[in-house]
T-cell receptor
Framework: GAVVSQHPSWVICKSGTSVKIECRSLDFQATTMFWYRQFPKQSLMLMATSNEGSKATYEQGVEKDKFLINHASLTLSTLTVTSAHPEDSSFYIC???????????FGPGTRLTVT | DAKTTQPPSMDCAEGRAANLPCNHSTISGNEYVYWYRQIHSQGPQYIIHGLKNNETNEMASLIITEDRKSSTLILPHATLRDTAVYYCIVFNTNAGKSTFGDGTTLTVKP
């Protein structure tokens, strides 16, 4: 089956610094990738949809200048949390679309802790 | 986006079938029903999907009502490792995205 990886799996950073999270589709090309955020005991919340070679589409309420998304190739999308604050601490999950009927394959997630 | 409604939690005895219901009464004709599950602190795992016909794979069966307003995921012989949060979502092909609801926490007990 389709495999999606994320790096790092967990990261601790200081308030005010920036953190980059990578999402890779390992055995397929993904024209679309999705970024989600999940707080403890809550469901996944879609942050943005990323299409290769174009600007990401952000969901309402998600600051695009704070959560920078780059989808430079068909196998790689990155999410950069800029000037991170403790309230940005969360579980960030990406998924990649493998084509239609549309299936999303999820990465294992990245646990971000901002101190 | 079509909204889904699931019971917050369910228990199931090990070895028995687990039947997880989902209501999606506002689903439109070109929207697929997908099921994922998430084990604690991991990314969601794809289980099965369907449009209007019942589907079966090595993990589960998906039963979709004729009016498509609800569906049931069936795990035929639940094991302890099936304990997870199960999400029923509707994929909007026009919008190209899906929205996760609150899911059902399935606990399989020995």
């Amino acid at each position: 089956g389709a495999v999606v990886s994320q790096h790092p799996s967990w990261v601790i950073c200081k308030s005010g610094t920036s953190v980059k999270i990578e999402c890779r589709s390992l055995d397929f090309q993904a024209t679309t990738m999705f970024w989600y955020r999940q707080f403890p005991k809550q469901s996944l919340m879609l942050m943005a949809t990323s299409n290769e070679g174009s600007k990401a589409t952000y969901e309402q309420g998600v600051e695009k200048d704070k959560f920078l998304i780059n989808h430079a190739s068909l196998t790689l999308s990155t999410l950069t949390v800029t000037s991170a604050h403790p309230e940005d601490s969360s579980f960030y999950i990406c998924s990649a679309g493998a084509g239609g009927p549309y299936e999303q394959y999820f990465g294992p997630g990245t646990r971000l802790t901002v101190t | 986006d079509a909204k889904t409604t699931q019971p917050p939690s369910m228990d199931c005895a090990e070895g028995r079938a687990a039947n997880l219901p989902c209501n999606h009464s506002t689903i439109s004709g070109n929207e697929y029903v997908y099921w994922y599950r998430q084990i604690h602190s991991q990314g969601p795992q794809y289980i099965i999907h369907g449009l209007k016909n019942n589907e079966t794979n090595e993990m589960a069966s998906l039963i979709i009502t004729e009016d498509r307003k609800s569906s049931t995921l069936i795990l035929p012989h639940a094991t302890l490792r099936d304990t997870a949060v199960y999400y029923c979502i509707v994929f909007n092909t026009n919008a190209g995205k899906s929205t996760f609801g609150d899911g059902t926490t399935l606990t399989v007990k020995p």
